[in-house]
């Protein structure tokens, strides 16, 4: 028999932490883990990051990720991002958030850090539910899903539409960059990786605010296997949250 040569083609990024994962089986927080792991060592942030996470499912990253961070609360991510960027200007400042601490109890603080141009970054995983309670309703919840507070399924009538996030900041005059991504598939999660590689570049460069958000599965509060959940992403989520660039000021001109 020759002799066979293996070649590596997938590796644990170097920022990422070598831990058993505590989320749910079929959660795509570990997907964006990696894809800011991934990042931050190919763009050779490690010993400038400084993040921002907030309560939920997702203030658990300062577990999985091998940099500093601070944990803010409840919904003031952006608030506390924006004190650490302007104290410690040289340093990549990014807060990672869900739905339900991002448009609903930090609505205030994500629009007005944006609306103001803070130079950092903000990745917002919308899976349309308040994951570590328990389930809710969130803001970004589908007009018909069932959710422990709406178990008849969500009503436009009684508790309004679905917030599409991306694009209220893309209208905002500090931003520079918005964009909204999907980690259901190969192909969305490349996309979504290089979205977020330009949200970083934009603060890098101190260009301006980037904001990417990513469609994310909950199959434990979904009631679905992960299959199922990434099916749903497919057939429900992404037309109500159509993918895509909604801003980019290298395209535009700049910001004044």
């Known amino acids: 028999m020759s002799e066979m040569n293996?070649?590596?083609?997938?590796?644990?990024?170097?920022?990422?932490?070598?831990?058993?994962?505590?989320?749910?089986?079929?959660?795509?927080?570990?997907?964006?883990?990696r894809l800011i792991g991934e990042l931050i060592?190919?763009?050779?942030?490690?010993?400038?990051?400084?993040?921002?996470?907030?309560?939920?499912?997702?203030?658990?990253l300062y577990n999985y990720l091998n940099v500093d961070a601070v944990e803010a609360p409840h919904g003031r991510a952006p608030a506390v991002a924006t004190g650490v960027k302007r104290a410690r200007p040289d340093h990549f400042v990014f807060t990672y958030q869900g739905d339900g601490d991002l448009a609903s109890i930090g609505m205030a603080e994500i629009m007005h850090a944006a609306n103001r141009g803070e130079k950092m970054s903000v990745i917002f995983v919308n899976n349309t539910v308040y994951g570590m309670t328990g389930g809710q309703m969130a803001p970004t919840t589908l007009i018909g899903q069932m959710t422990t507070t709406t178990p008849g399924g969500r009503c436009q009538t009684h508790e309004g539409a679905p917030i599409r996030m991306t694009e209220i900041i893309a209208s905002l005059g500090g931003v520079a960059y918005a964009a909204r991504g999907s980690l259901d598939s190969?192909?969305?999660?490349?996309?979504?990786?290089?979205?977020?590689?330009?949200?970083?570049?934009?603060?890098?460069?101190?260009?301006?605010?980037?904001?990417?958000?990513?469609?994310?599965?909950?199959p434990t509060n979904w009631k679905m296997t992960p299959l199922q959940?990434?099916?749903?992403?497919?057939?429900?989520?992404?037309p109500y949250f159509p993918l895509g660039v909604y801003k980019d000021v290298s395209e535009e001109g700049g910001i004044c």
Do not use: W
Request: glycine share 6%; net charge positive.
């Open 229 to 238: 959940a990434n099916e749903r992403i497919q057939k429900d989520m992404i």
């Open 6 to 33: 293996e070649k590596l083609v997938f590796d644990k990024p170097d920022s990422v932490i070598d831990r058993p994962t505590h989320y749910c089986p079929g959660c795509h927080h570990g997907i964006a883990h």
């Open 186 to 218: 190969v192909k969305n999660i490349r996309k979504a990786k290089k979205y977020i590689k330009k949200a970083f570049e934009f603060q890098v460069n101190e260009v301006g605010f980037g904001f990417v958000e990513l469609l994310s599965g909950c």
């Open 41 to 60: 060592d190919e763009m050779n942030l490690a010993e400038k990051v400084l993040m921002t996470t907030s309560i939920g499912c997702s203030v658990f």
